[in-house]
């Protein structure tokens, strides 16, 4: 016998759902080509699920790593990337009172599978996205915010007076982190490759920027760190590059400061030697995870409020550095990859 369809909910504007998604799939690991499209059966939402349909899905750098292998996909027959999408819902399943057809949600975090014009997902993971944010800036704000507010307020971090260093601050997570510290008072030191991303990042907020790479920037750094505290180093170093330099930032930093890691673009890091940390320099190492922080369904709801309330009120205005069509996500993966965005990509359904 075959199973009936899952009913719409009351008040539903079509009982026409789409029964296939067009999708970008990972072929098999490997560059930015192994993206290609797929159409996959849609399944009718089941209870506690909505089927939405996405508008807008953030490119973030977590996304190159599902596609190359470095991290593995969830599979289960195509292996989809994505991590982060807005949109509206199309049904909802029984049980499901919290959301209505028509209504505006966003996801982030897992389950994996963002680069999809539509997607069937367990209502606990999806939040209300307000009227007033357009899709893309929301796309393109919701899983770095996500992970500016679990540094900044998941490890419980004061900034007001404070000198930090973000290094990496020209991507999605660096520049809505040098608003988000600023606006909170903190004095930044933001440490970008190019002349391009320094404008960008003095126009979020940052007090100083170096502009270069690898040991000299790192040396650069240093010299304004010195002499933003008078020699003391800075409060906090948010590191989003990684890489073989990594252990060096223990020199950078006051003692009972803290190294704060969220990427690594520059390459793996290397082992830490707990002795650089200290006992005489005294300091705190973190590696805080989006997956770990948003686990918790009331921590999920308090990082997104707060990251829609923020874009709402214009604390924050997120750089949305390109806008691509779903089929090309293959072209973001690789701008994305050659290090020259300045902000964050958004692909649309096609």
Known sequence: MTTPPTPLSPGSPT???PDRATVMHVTHPGGPDVLAPATVPLKRPGPGEVLMATRAIGVNHLDLYYRDGTLPLEGGGVDIPGLASVGEVLAIGPGVDRFAPG????HAGPPLGAYATHRVLPVGRVVRFPHMIPWEVGAAALFPGIAVHMMIYGLGLRLDGRVVLVRGAGGGVGLILV???AAMGARVIASVATRAKAEAVQEAGA?????????TALAD???AAAE???GAGVHIVFDGLGGPDFAKLAALVRPFGRIVSFGQVAGPIPPVDVGVLGPMRALGLDRPGVFAYIADRERLREATSALFTALVEGLLSPTVAGVLPLSRAGD????LEARTVTGSLVL???
């Open 103 to 106: 209504d505006r949600i966003a």
């Open 207 to 215: 007090e100083r920027v170096v502009v270069g790479t690898g040991a």
């Open 228 to 230: 933003l505290t008078g």
């Open 348 to 350: 649309i359904p096609d």
């Open 15 to 17: 009982t026409h759902l």
């Open 332 to 335: 973001a993966h690789a701008r």
């Open 221 to 223: 750094a240093g010299r």
């Open 179 to 181: 608003r988000w510290a």
